[in-house]
């Protein structure tokens, strides 16, 4: 079993849809988890870390559930721009973050 | 600051040449890494290193060497390419716990593509 897993997608919405993305992790020691975004043919960057407590940014709301190891990412009135691969990824216990990366949802937005 | 900075943007290697990829970073980043991306596979760790002279394997360490010998700099040398090793590499860097921030946004380089046939 894969220690981060995602639905690869692909995800075609229309504008203004609003999408969900899951994300399932095996370790239960894992420590801190994330979104990354990564655009074609670029490197990763940050989106947005996940809390216990759920957090949002703006259009982005990202929801953690320690008991179920399961993580969400919801998308509100998606953007052409919205259009990339989003990347799952989980943190175990050491202070220097080695990252565990999903394999990706890729997501196109269409007019 | 340029951020993490890798070269060569792209490289086409034969079977059992070697080369070293380089990657270096001006933010005075504790913590390096390399990953390497394939299709359907996400990104994987290669090895990584915690401070200068200390360095680790990560999930996909074989074929590959690394050194840090300076708080900027974390080549990645292959020893003997094989077609194998055909990917999408990607430096990254991070402050550690201890230096406070948001610990584990790793910052990536732009990714070297690396072609062996």
């Known amino acids: 079993r894969k220690e981060v897993e995602q639905d690869p997608g692909p995800f075609n919405v229309p504008e203004g849809a609003t999408v969900a993305f899951n994300c399932t992790y095996s370790?239960?020691?894992?420590?801190?988890f994330f979104w990354y975004r990564q655009d074609c043919r670029k490197e990763p960057k940050l989106l947005m870390s996940v809390y216990s407590s759920g957090n949002e940014d703006g259009r982005f709301t990202a929801q953690l559930n320690r008991a179920s190891q399961y993580i969400s990412l919801l998308i509100r009135d998606s953007k052409l721009s919205d259009s990339a691969t989003y990347l799952c990824?989980?943190?175990?216990?050491?202070?220097?973050?080695?990252?565990?990366f999903g394999q990706g949802t890729i997501l196109t937005v269409h007019p | 600051n340029a951020g993490v900075t890798q070269t060569p943007k792209f490289q086409v290697l034969k079977t059992g040449q070697s080369m070293t990829l380089q990657c270096a970073q001006d933010m005075n980043h504790e913590y390096m890494s390399w990953y390497r991306q394939d299709p359907g596979m996400g990104l994987r760790l290669i090895h990584y290193?915690?401070?200068?002279?200390?360095?680790d394997q990560g999930e996909v360490p074989n074929g590959y060497n690394v050194s840090r010998s300076t708080t900027e700099d974390f080549p990645l040398r292959l020893l003997s390419a094989a077609p194998s090793q055909t990917s999408v590499y990607f430096c990254a860097s991070s402050t550690s716990r201890l230096a406070g921030g948001n610990s584990y946004e790793q910052y990536f380089g732009p990714g070297t593509r690396l072609t062996v046939t």
């Open positions: 290193s915690v401070g200068a002279g200390i360095t």
């Open positions: 990824v989980v943190s175990g216990t050491t202070s220097y973050g080695k990252l565990t």
């Open positions: 370790n239960s020691a894992s420590q801190s």
